[in-house]
Nanobody
């Protein structure tokens, strides 16, 4: 069974950068949608960035120009490069991939932006 393993979260100062990784443990042939979401306590999980199989990307207004989603098909890995981080970016970040009969979530990784 395919699993997603996230890494790269941590504590960073405002203005800093982090890169999150989401690696699939098995074949993800047929995946047509990849995305990163984030959630803070007491709030719903919200979409941060997404990418289709064709490479089309979309971003939440709050992260446009600062975050970049990318993928490495050879490594079955999706990335989220986060630059110019702000305290309001603090959240648990989750990756998600969708394919035929498939809707997988990572375990979540904490990102804390604080001085």
């Amino acid at each position: 069974q395919v699993q997603l393993v996230e890494s790269g979260g941590g504590l960073v100062q405002p203005g800093g950068s982090l890169r999150l990784s989401c690696a699939a443990s098995g074949s993800i042939f047929g995946i047509y949608f990849m995305a990163w979401y984030r959630q803070v306590p007491g709030q719903q999980r919200g979409l941060v960035a997404s990418m289709t199989r064709a490479g089309m990307t979309d971003y939440a207004d709050s992260v446009k120009g600062r975050f970049t989603i990318s993928r490495d098909n050879a490594k079955s890995t999706v990335y989220l490069q986060m630059n110019s981080l702000k305290p309001e970016d603090t959240a648990v970040y989750y990756c998600n991939v969708k394919g035929p009969g498939l809707d997988l979530w990572g375990q979540g990784t904490q990102v804390t932006v604080s001085s």
